[in-house]
């Protein structure tokens, strides 16, 4: 599968909206793991690495910053900004969150435990990696 922006549901209210994601329907995969990504100073990124086989899925819950793809080929730049959109990251693929805004709140679910060894944190060896595959 390829990186897309996935639409989740947004219940809007008068009360205030709602929106949400389950297994199998939203996410195209089953979540092993939730983290979240916070208090970021201004000026620091995130991320920096590429996982090998890990799949996640990026929400900005609140505020915004961009999330910047690369494929071994290409750059990719999407910026996060609503709560109702999710970020598909398959494996593979290098990864840098940028461009915090204050109090912003990154959620990041994800098909995987957490595992050192599925990092890739070398951009040279992934892009020879890419280039074999
Ligand atoms: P890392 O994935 O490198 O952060 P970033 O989101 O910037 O890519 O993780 C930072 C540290 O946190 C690293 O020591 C591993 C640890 N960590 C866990 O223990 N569990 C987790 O689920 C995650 C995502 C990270």
Redesign the pocket.
Known sequence: MEIKIIHLPKIEDERGNLSFFQNNSHIPFVIK?T?W?YDVPGGEY????AFKEQQEVIIALSGSFDVVLHDGKQEHRFLLNRSYYGLYIPGKIWRS?ENFSTNSLAL?VSDMD?S?SD?IRDFDMFKKLKANA
């Not at 995130?46 to 690495?49: A, K, T």
């Open positions: 793991r983290y990504i995130r991320g920096g690495h969150l990041i957490f050192e990092y």
